[in-house]
């Protein structure tokens, strides 16, 4: 009776040892995988990057007669992780209504911004904030409400190429200079940019480290 009792418990103790075994190295591979994903985010991109972008924007309001007007941006971005940034931007641009209207306004925006595939050369990217719009001097003020989408390219290390399509939801019904119908005013920009990334190297040179270790611990030593 006690050698079967013993053999059950050895099979279960088997069993365990087989199952623990197999889930340390599941997650060993889940954990060299994500390392190599992080590393490969520093490697092409970095922790911050300088925003800027040049286009063009047309209003979405009471006139049929708005034209395309030129803006431009400049920002600053900061990576809480190697899918999702904070940034905020600077945007100058015009309003133009053909023969009636030609305004100067500027915004500061807050966003959020996520990268689907922040560890390879080419990512789509969403992102959505608020921001603060005002015409030229201050003399009219007001909230907003945007969100984007675009795609980035980088062309070199630490330089990116993108193009965006941006929506602003205006809380006025005065950046085109009337006043007549029952929504607010609409922004509609579109850009081409530039991403330059910095900052990040310490992070790199850890997962680096992390990197030979992972590698180290999986090698196999055969036996003679």
Not at 57 to 80: C, N, Q, T
Not at 83 to 104: A, Q, R, S
Not at 119 to 142: D, H, L, M, Q, R
């Amino acid at each position: 009776m006690i050698p079967k009792f013993n053999a059950i418990v050895l099979s279960i103790a088997m069993i365990f040892i087989f199952f623990n075994s197999a889930f340390s190295q599941d997650e060993d591979a889940k954990s060299e995988k994500t390392i190599n994903r992080r590393y490969a985010f520093f490697n092409l991109r970095g922790s911050n990057a300088i925003d800027a972008a040049v286009g063009s924007l047309m209003v979405e309001g009471d006139s049929p007669k708005s034209e395309f007007a030129l803006y431009f941006r400049i920002g600053y971005k900061r990576h809480l992780t190697s899918h999702l940034n904070i940034n905020f931007t600077f945007n100058k641009y015009d309003v133009v209504i053909k023969e009636d209207y030609n305004e100067g306004f500027m915004s500061f925006d807050l966003n959020l911004e996520f990268l689907f595939s922040p560890s390879t050369k080419f990512t789509p990217f969403i992102y959505a904030g608020a921001g603060y719009n005002a015409s030229n001097y201050f003399v009219s003020t007001t909230y907003k409400a945007q969100g984007g989408i675009g795609f980035e390219f980088m062309v070199v290390e630490g330089v990116g190429l993108k193009l965006l399509g941006e929506y602003n939801y205006m809380l006025t019904d005065e950046i085109d200079g009337i006043i007549e119908g029952n929504t607010y005013d609409v922004l509609l920009r579109m850009g081409l940019g530039l991403n330059i990334y910095f900052g990040g190297n310490k992070k790199k040179e850890a997962l680096r480290r992390k990197m030979k270790t992972v590698i180290n611990s999986n090698l196999i030593i055969p036996y003679n």
